[in-house]
């Protein structure tokens, strides 16, 4: 399809692992970005992956890419209550290219 | 830390009045970007510009300009703001290639539209 597709919302109980996922679009797209928003505030970046990478760590967040099935998704190990937010996927298509975003909800 | 400033936070509007929306960024990035985000509708990219005095519409331009006479400012304007342009804005700057770096955002403008 065209667009970038995410799940709408994710609910997980704190001290969880929680799994974002994102469909993209384009296989030659150089980078993917994750990016999060907390309420009533702007995007944040949070990570990016080369097309040449299956896979990043950083801390909490571990990044996999699947290039073949053109699948990304976002790992957040021990999730937190501030881990709350939407979780925004990009590809770059000429320009960056947002999905709808996933809604994380951690309860404690 | 790249810091990208919108002027205002919250905005209240009435219909047909001219809007300012103002966002400064202080990196000396090429590149600057203007968004709407709507519920269920994400991020729709309004204009952008890749350098002082240009400007490219992008996905949804209609009734919004734009305005780069600097640099660092990237300026949005509703000619005659109308309810349905009640929504978040949200500005956002990059350097270098097209897309081939992430985007910095400011903490964007929620505008109501009465």
């Known amino acids: 399809g065209e667009d970038v597709e995410q799940s709408l919302f994710l609910s997980v109980r704190e001290g969880d692992s929680s799994v974002i996922n994102c469909t993209y679009t384009?296989?030659?797209?150089?980078?993917l970005y994750w990016y999060k928003q907390e309420p009533g505030a702007g995007l944040q970046l949070l990570t990016y992956?080369?097309?040449?990478?299956d896979m990043k760590q950083d801390q909490r967040l571990t990044v996999l890419l699947n290039k073949k099935d053109k699948h990304l998704s976002l790992r957040i190990a021990d999730t937190q209550t501030g881990d709350s937010a939407i979780y925004f996927c990009?590809?770059?298509?000429?320009?960056?290219?947002f999905g709808q975003g996933t809604e994380l909800s951690v309860k404690p | 830390d790249v810091k990208v400033t919108q002027s205002s936070r919250y905005l209240v509007k009435r219909t047909g009045e001219k809007v300012f929306l103002e966002c400064v960024q202080d990196?000396?990035?090429?590149?600057m970007f203007w968004y709407r985000q709507d519920p269920g509708l994400g991020l729709r990219l309004i204009y952008f510009?890749?350098?002082?005095?240009?400007?490219e519409k992008g996905d949804i331009p209609e009734g919004y300009s734009v305005s780069r006479e600097k640099k660092e400012r990237f300026s949005l304007i509703l000619e005659s703001a109308s309810t349905n342009q009640t929504s978040m804005y949200l500005c956002?700057?990059?350097?270098?290639?097209?897309?081939?770096?992430?985007?910095?955002f400011g903490n964007g403008t929620r505008l109501t539209v009465t």
């Open positions: 956002a700057s990059s350097r270098g290639m097209r897309g081939q770096s992430p985007l910095h």
């Open positions: 384009d296989s030659s797209s150089t980078y």
């Open positions: 992956i080369f097309s040449n990478m």
């Open positions: 990009a590809e770059v298509r000429g320009k960056l290219i």
């Open positions: 990196m000396d990035h090429e590149n």
């Open positions: 510009s890749y350098d002082v005095k240009m400007k």
